[in-house]
T-cell receptor, first 118, second 114 residues
Framework: AQKITQTQPGMFVQEKEAVTLDCTYDTSDPSYGLFWYKQPSSGEMIFLIY??????QNATEGRYSLNFQKARKSANLVISASQLGDSAMYFC???????????????FGQGTILTVHP | DGGITQSPKYLFRKEGQNVTLSCEQNLNHDAMYWYRQDPGQGLRLIYYSQIVNDFQKGDIAEGYSVSREKKESFPLTVTSAQKNPTAFYLCASSQGTGSYYGYTFGSGTRLTVV
């Protein structure tokens, strides 16, 4: 079963508008971390934002915020005021506790390609 | 500046050849990982190491081998047994294995079979 699901293969947004990238996850571990990474065409993976399973508030990092809905197992990334440089592949990832069967590794979704139009 | 260095950036392999991808980190991280990425796909775990002289198979280890003789280094060998090695390979490290630790990634090696 997929642990991380990103249902949007591609998304388009107009420059300066906000966009939401969807991510749902599946785990029975009460302790886990959710991460979003950006991958430009160069291939490097850039960390954007982190949300812990016990965090009461949604995480924010500059123009990035994470809409964390624990009961729905959803961790959507919101990018406000999109810029042309935001065009990239975006990955949602989950890390469960090291004592579980996942051995503390990061598990990635399939990614969403975001294209920002001028 | 601390980080992860992967080399080479591009690598071409002939059929039946073994090739080794280098991954070096100066972050003093204990855990290191190798992932494979196919075009338009997510990352899949090949091997990981939580400590020197110890490593474990990930989800797609067949046709690959690794070593972890030094904390700083975690080379990946793509053997001739790997039937479809053309892909983008990413090395990563983590300060720990807790769920709150993210990864630091290298810039990747693009391997092509010719």
């Amino acid at each position: 079963a997929q642990k991380i699901t990103q249902t949007q293969p591609g998304m388009f947004v107009q420059e300066k508008e906000a966009v939401t990238l969807d991510c749902t996850y599946d785990t029975s571990d009460p302790s886990y971390g959710l991460f979003w990474y950006k991958q430009p065409s160069s291939g490097e993976m850039i960390f954007l934002i982190y949300q812990g399973s016990y965090d009461q508030q949604n995480a924010t990092e500059g123009r990035y915020s994470l809409n964390f809905q624990k009961a729905r197992k959803s961790a959507n990334l919101v990018i406000s005021a999109s810029q042309l440089g935001d065009s990239a592949m975006y990955f949602c990832a989950m890390r469960e506790s090291a004592g579980g069967t996942s051995y503390g590794k990061l598990t990635f979704g399939q990614g969403t390609i975001l294209t920002v139009h001028p | 500046d601390g980080g992860i260095t992967q080399s080479p950036k591009y690598l071409f392999r002939k059929e039946g050849q073994n090739v080794t991808l280098s991954c070096e980190q100066n972050l003093n991280h204990d855990a290191m990982y190798w992932y494979r990425q196919d075009p338009g796909q997510g990352l899949r775990l090949i091997y990981y190491s939580q400590i020197v002289n110890d490593f474990q198979k990930g989800d797609i280890a067949e046709g690959y081998s690794v070593s972890r003789e030094k904390k700083e280094s975690f080379p990946l060998t793509v053997t001739s047994a790997q039937k479809n090695p053309t892909a983008f390979y990413l090395c990563a490290s983590s300060q720990g294995t807790g769920s709150y630790y993210g990864y630091t990634f290298g810039s990747g090696t693009r391997l092509t079979v010719v």
